[in-house]
């Protein structure tokens, strides 16, 4: 079959990730680090039973920390959602063409 989810991941989003990640490391490190300072009574638990809960602001404070916007993020998978869609009709048009005079 034509692309992967893989394939069309590492060709559309990785590359921005990689290189933004790259250019602001210490502010995701830094990030982590208040992530993990707010939780730390619930991590560092001698019986830990509460979940960590990652909720909206961690999302917002991930992409700020890495410097991608969501819309970005949401751009690069609808366009790799839509070259799997395409793909895949284009797939089954081809192994149905045999057998179907309307495929």
Not at 5 to 16: E, G, R, V, W
Request: aromatic content about 10%.
């Amino acid at each position: 079959m034509g692309a992967t989810n893989t394939k069309a991941i590492d060709s559309m989003l990785y590359p921005k990730v990689s290189s933004l990640m790259s250019k602001n490391l210490s502010k995701w490190k830094q990030m982590i680090g208040r992530f993990i300072n707010k939780r730390q009574q619930s991590l560092y638990d001698t019986f830990p039973s509460t979940r960590i809960l990652y909720g909206q602001q961690d999302i917002d404070d991930l992409y700020a920390s890495v410097g991608i916007k969501e819309p970005e993020i949401m751009d690069a998978i609808l366009r790799h959602i839509t070259i799997l869609y395409q793909t895949l009709i284009q797939e089954r048009q081809r192994i149905l063409r045999p057998y179907c005079a309307y495929a």
